[in-house]
Nanobody, 131 residues
Framework: QVQLVESGGGLVQAGDSLRLSCAASGRTFSTYTMAWYRQAPGKERDFVAAISWSGGGTTGLNYADSVKGRFTISRDNAKNTVSLQMNNLKPEDTAVYYC?????????????????????WGQGTQVTVSS
């Protein structure tokens, strides 16, 4: 069982930056594929970004088109954390942001976007961007 705890959400203005963090349990975190999703009120949960483990080679990354160039996902295997640096925030980025993990040890050159690919989910952290 993997537990995920998000932090770093808050209320910011358009154009501001925010950094979300997700702390994960488990001794093999370095082999997890991690992702961020978000869900706005009345909408489905949408993919934001994902990062695979290096698998001895290149770390795989994947971003939603809507955040490409503004958001950066990263991981610190020594601290069992994955972060989402969000720059130039827009009101449409307002949502609850969820951390997700796949703990199967799979390596992805391009980590998956589908929610079904992830086995564990955090409780979410609210991000509100005012105009």
């Amino acid at each position: 069982q993997v537990q995920l705890v998000e932090s770093g959400g808050g209320l910011v203005q358009a154009g501001d930056s925010l950094r979300l963090s997700c702390a994960a349990s488990g001794r093999t975190f370095s082999t997890y594929t991690m992702a961020w999703y978000r869900q706005a009120p009345g909408k489905e949960r949408d993919f934001v970004a994902a990062i695979s483990w290096s698998g001895g080679g290149t770390t795989g990354l994947n971003y939603a088109d809507s955040v490409k160039g503004r958001f950066t996902i990263s991981r610190d295997n020594a601290k069992n954390t994955v972060s989402l640096q969000m720059n130039n925030l827009k009101p449409e980025d307002t949502a609850v942001y969820y951390c997700a993990a796949q703990a199967r040890g799979n390596y992805y050159y391009i980590p998956p976007r589908t929610t079904a690919a992830y086995d564990y989910w955090g409780q979410g952290t609210q991000v509100t961007v005012s105009s």
